[in-house]
C-alpha cells in the first residue's frame, strides 16, 4: 500500500486517507492560448513506468493539498513537499538522482 508523510500535518498516511489529485506542475494555459496547447493542458497527462510528480489531498487529515514525487513501479516515495511550488525542490531531484542514476525528468507541459 501506498504511504505519503503529509508535509504540512507530518502524518504519515496510507493511500486510504489520501484523495490523488492527478499530475502535478501542469502549466495551465487560459484565454489566448493556442488551441493545441489549451488541448494538451486539459487532456494529455504523463503515464511514466518509473518517477512521477503527482498531487494528493490530505482528504482524511488536514485536508491540504501537497506534491509527492514516487517511483509508479515499486511504490517508493521519494519525498513529499509543498504544492505552493512549481517545480520539485532541489532535495527531492537529490534524492531521486541518488536512487534512480541516470533519471531525467522531462520538461513542464
Ligand atoms: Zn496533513
Redesign the pocket.
Known sequence: MLSLR??????E?EETELAPGGEAHLVRQGPGSSDEDFETYLFLRENPKGVHFERWR?AH????W?HAARCTVTLEVFGTYSAQVSAPPEDILAAIDARRPGWRREGPR
Open positions: 503529509c508535509p504540512y500535518c507530518g502524518v498516511a490530505h487529515g488536514c485536508g491540504k501537497f
